[in-house]
């Protein structure tokens, strides 16, 4: 069945290095790729957002990239800060064929001061 | 607030026991979901309404049955429940069911004891 991978599954980093986070998709019908931040005993909250027709988008610190061809898409956070520290869940979702939206696994980043 | 408001938020019931869960929002969204968040799992799909109407029920024990009498509210109703469906359950709406991102309700930790 349709999946996403999401890796990896905890990531340290210091303070002030990038983040990169990578999702591969199985679904090529999938043309919407949402990423999602959820800190310890909160809700989950949009953060970016990503649409088939574009391969990348930016976002002060953090930044998205798509290639349709090999399936991927990455999270990139720049200068990372403690409070980035949070479980991030990214998703695929589709509208042709029917609704469906698949999470990945997601990864828990630790940002150390 | 987000504008999705859920309640209550900590639950405890006996495997006998009927309870519900209710999810309100006041952002104008046509589309409102249901997810399953267990420790070290993806978010679980469980039940989509579009307009009031379900359009998918992701293969969901009838131990879990939706209600959602309109475009604002939307319920889980919960009875003979079993220990493995202790869970965080999330709320979400979105514009649509198309290429939308979710806002979030801030869940119901439901323990069955």
């Known amino acids: 069945g349709e999946n996403v991978e999401q890796h990896p599954s905890t990531l340290s980093v210091q303070e002030g290095d990038s983040a990169v986070i990578k999702c591969t998709y199985s679904?090529?019908?999938?043309?919407?790729f949402p990423w999602y931040k959820q800190e310890l005993g909160k809700r989950p909250q949009l953060i970016i957002d990503i649409r088939s027709n574009v391969g990348e988008k930016k976002d002060q610190r953090i930044a998205v990239t798509l290639n349709k061809t090999a399936k991927h898409f990455s999270l990139h956070i720049t200068e990372t800060q403690p409070e980035d520290s949070a479980v991030y869940f990214c998703?695929?979702?589709?509208?042709?064929?029917?609704?469906?939206?698949?999470f990945g696994a997601g990864t828990r980043l630790f940002v150390k001061a | 607030e987000t504008g999705v408001t859920q309640t209550p938020r900590h639950l405890v019931m006996g495997m006998t026991n009927k309870k519900s869960l209710k999810c309100e929002q006041h952002?104008?969204?046509?589309?409102m979901y249901w997810y399953k968040q267990s420790a070290k799992k993806p978010l679980e799909l469980m039940f989509v309404y579009s307009l009031e109407e379900r359009v998918e029920n992701n293969s969901v024990p009838s131990r879990f049955s939706p209600e959602c009498p309109n475009s604002s509210h939307l319920f889980l109703h919960l009875h003979t429940l079993q220990p493995e469906d202790s869970a965080l359950y999330l709320c979400?709406?979105?514009?649509?069911?198309?290429?939308?991102?979710?806002?979030f309700g801030s869940g119901t930790r439901l323990t069955v004891v």
């Open positions: 979400a709406s979105s514009q649509d069911t198309g290429t939308y991102g979710y806002t």
């Open positions: 679904d090529s019908a999938s043309n919407y």
């Open positions: 998703a695929a979702s589709k509208t042709t064929g029917g609704f469906k939206t698949i």
């Open positions: 952002l104008g969204h046509n589309a």
